[in-house]
């Protein structure tokens, strides 16, 4: 069972714009987060994280807002960016390990931003 | 300060054949963990070493292997080759296992005929 999801599987903004990108997780004992972002033929690459003492965490013009009760986080890019074209992995740190490791991945969002 | 380096980039295989893929960590890092891209399917996780043990492992056939050397760089073996393990096997190396962000390697990317 998916205990990160992501349940949008792409996403289409038009330059300028915001990109709202939305992640669920399933347990109420995670308690750090993280966005990836990941172009083709790459490797994913870190992009911001969130405690869960925090609500919110801002970097540039990204920000990722956690709401603990809904056990829900999401991702805004304001202005959306042609470069911010990309699939955005959410990732729960898992504190247990064992056979889903370290960091618990959705499944992505693909962004396209149009110019 | 060096990435995380992942070697080959691309590989072919036949099925029925064996593959080992490579990564060196960042240096000072001493967890590596090896994730399955496929399409559709996310980041799934393979196995994580830490200071030469493995420490986690994820639901994968015993086909799946790896091992970690003292310098802390890691090897994944894939024996019996199967069509389905087409993917992007992607490594990641982080400064204390479980704790704060992993960076990743650019990845082998494996195609399997």
């Known amino acids: 069972d998916q205990q990160v999801k992501q349940n949008s599987p792409s996403l289409s903004v038009q330059e300028g714009r915001i990109s709202i990108l939305n992640c669920d997780y399933t347990n109420s004992m995670f308690d750090y987060f993280l966005w990836y972002k990941k172009y083709p033929a790459e490797g994913p690459t870190f992009l911001i994280s969130?405690?869960?003492?925090?609500d919110k965490n801002e970097d540039g013009r990204f920000t990722v807002f956690l709401n603990k009760s809904a056990k829900h986080l999401s991702l805004h890019i304001v202005p959306s960016q042609p470069g911010d074209s990309a699939v955005y992995f959410c990732?729960?740190?898992?504190?247990?390990?064992?056979?889903?490791?370290?960091?618990?991945f959705g499944k992505g969002t693909k962004l396209s931003v149009k110019p | 300060k060096a990435g995380v380096t992942q070697t080959p980039r691309y590989l072919i295989k036949t099925r029925g054949q064996q593959v080992t893929l490579s990564c060196s960590p960042i240096?000072?890092?001493?967890?590596v963990s090896w994730y399955q891209q496929t399409p559709g399917q996310g980041l799934q996780f393979l196995f994580e070493y830490f200071s030469e043990t493995q420490r986690n492992k994820g639901n994968f056939p015993g086909r799946f292997s790896g091992r970690q050397f003292s310098n802390s760089r890691s090897e994944m073996n894939v024996s019996t080759l199967e069509l389905g393990d087409s993917a992007l096997y992607l490594c990641?190396?982080?400064?204390?296992?479980?704790?704060?962000?992993?960076?990743f390697g650019q990845g082998t990317r494996l195609t399997v005929v």
């Open positions: 969130i405690s869960s003492i925090k």
């Open positions: 240096s000072g890092h001493r967890s």
């Open positions: 990732a729960a740190k898992n504190p247990y390990g064992g056979s889903q490791g370290n960091l618990i």
């Open positions: 990641a190396s982080s400064s204390v296992g479980g704790v704060t962000e992993a960076f």
